[in-house]
């Protein structure tokens, strides 16, 4: 059974830096990545990798750029998203996916089969 067990959430104060963590349980998949959900708003793409057979590129939103950086561990399964630079508007519920034929449709929700619970993250001004 697959699993995706998000962690290291929290609350931070805007400029300050958060890193969170995805561990996948079951099997690997070609491709993880992070999505996020702001009160009010619909869920929207963060950053994505693939694994390193594929090359292990990464692909960012615009939102994201510079600020946000994403890492996989293969051997270990997991995917992480170290996030700098944190501003209000980054307040929101991530979460990880995982995909086994992303390929280059990688901002669309629906292209991934398995999803974590979410990790809140909140950034006070």
């Known amino acids: 059974q697959v699993q995706l067990a998000e962690s290291g959430g929290g609350l931070v104060q805007a400029g300050g830096s958060l890193r969170l963590s995805c561990a996948a349980s079951?099997?690997?998949?070609?491709?993880m990545a992070w999505f996020r959900q702001a009160p009010g708003k619909e869920s929207e793409f963060v950053a994505t990798?693939?694994?390193?057979?594929?090359?292990?590129?990464?692909y960012y939103a615009d939102s994201a750029k510079g600020r946000f950086t994403i890492s996989r561990d293969d051997a270990k399964n997991t995917v992480a998203l170290q996030m700098n630079s944190l501003k209000p508007e980054d307040t929101a519920v991530y979460y990880c996916a995982a995909g086994a034929n992303v390929v280059s449709d990688y901002v669309r929700l629906s292209a991934y089969e398995y999803w974590g619970q979410g990790t809140q993250v909140t950034v006070s001004s």
């Open positions: 990798q693939s694994w390193r057979w594929s090359g292990g590129r990464s």
């Open positions: 079951g099997r690997a998949f070609p491709t």
